[in-house]
């Protein structure tokens, strides 16, 4: 039935008319419990990467498929045995991925002499985090000096059954998974279970840092491309193909549209003459990956706050800070050239 649709080109018009339906198909058959059964069928470690009901601890799956290493030549889990390993699965563009790092960075630097290695596994959620230039510019801007491992085909992110960014496996001097967290939070847990892995004599260095992870609900995070857009409202998509659209004369909440002349790709959308977006929103923080160059006036409920300068390749920038959650209706407007891909918020 997929062949069919795809020959017959329905997929293209049931995702223009209805964008997101994907999403939602897909959500429905895969995290379905037969699903999610037979899929761990196909990957080589299934489950293993979860700590078993009965206490034992599995054995870390190797790093492999790396196509380049970042502050490091490349490393083994068999020629780290001995040490304790920290895995931490993000990408640079992920909003709750930069909320970590000063976590990792600070564990790294109290933990190293005492016997951790904290490995980044960068596996890229857009087609601009494949390229090993644009990682390598990240990791030098956030300051990141421990390993990161260029996973491009998910290959250690299937070894591992990963689904999330970020992800965290903890391995014993003995290569064996003991602990295992996935997304932000839980840091003085974590920060614990290291000491516990390292030994008895390794004192609390203290490495307190602010713990910025969200605890109210706000917008989830909103795509733009149409292979992932939800919640939109307003002029129907036409995918890849630059057309006019117009906003709606209202939003409902968490709620997006598009209006000036646009590109809806399946990662992006790429802006013309007259580009705008507006999205009711609920958050403190609204933060937007973008690229190219221009400039993005940024509209509060109507009013202008400000105007944010794009230079070079896609990469997270902040739009909106405020000192407490709110509602709003977030308008910008584009300059012809940039790139828009996601929305995540705080």
């Known amino acids: 039935m997929t062949a069919l649709a795809l020959a017959l080109g329905i997929d293209q018009g049931l995702t223009t008319a209805v964008p997101g339906y994907t999403e939602a198909l897909q959500n429905r ?10 899929l761990a069928k196909l990957r080589r470690t299934g489950d293993q990467a979860a700590l078993a009901a009965d206490g034992t601890a599995p054995v870390a799956p190797e790093l492999q498929g790396i196509v380049e290493w970042i502050n490091s030549e490349p490393l083994t889990l068999s020629e780290l045995r001995g040490r304790v390993v920290l895995i931490d699965f993000w990408t640079y563009s992920c909003v709750n991925c930069l909320r970590t790092l000063p976590h990792l960075e600070a564990w790294d630097s109290s933990y190293r002499a005492d016997g951790l290695t904290v490995v980044g596994v960068h596996a890229p959620e857009f087609a601009f985090e494949r390229v090993p230039d644009n990682v390598r510019a990240a990791v030098r801007k956030l300051g990141v000096r421990y390993p990161v491992a260029l996973d491009n085909d998910f290959v250690t992110w299937t070894e591992y059954a990963n689904q999330y960014w970020p992800a965290k496996y903890l ?4 290569g064996r998974v003991r ?5 932000e939070g839980k840091y003085d847990e974590t920060e ?3 000491r516990r892995y390292l030994g008895s004599k390794v004192p609390d260095r203290g490495t307190a840092v602010a713990d910025r992870t969200p605890t109210v609900r706000t917008t989830p995070e909103s795509y733009l491309g149409y292979e992932r857009l ?3 409202v307003g002029s129907r998509v036409v995918a890849g193909k630059e057309s006019t659209y117009r906003f709606p004369l209202s939003l409902p909440p968490d709620h997006l549209a598009y209006a000036g002349r646009l590109r809806v790709e399946g990662e992006r959308i790429v802006t013309g003459a007259g ?3 507006r999205l009711r929103f609920l958050a403190r923080e609204v933060n937007l990956v973008l690229g190219g160059r221009g400039t993005v006036q940024v509209l509060l409920d109507g009013r202008r706050r400000s105007t944010v300068a794009i ?8 739009l909106l800070r405020r000192p407490r959650l709110a509602e709003g209706v977030l308008e910008l407007r584009f300059t012809p050239g940039l790139s828009a891909y996601a929305f995540t918020f705080g």
């Open 29 to 38: 058959i895969e995290r379905s419990s037969v699903a999610q059964r037979e």
């Open 171 to 174: 391995i014993d001097r003995t």
């Open 179 to 183: 602990y295992v967290h996935y997304g």
């Open 192 to 194: 614990r279970q290291i």
């Open 230 to 232: 939800a919640r939109f």
């Open 275 to 277: 580009a705008g977006l």
């Open 311 to 318: 230079r070079g390749e896609p990469r997270l920038y902040n």
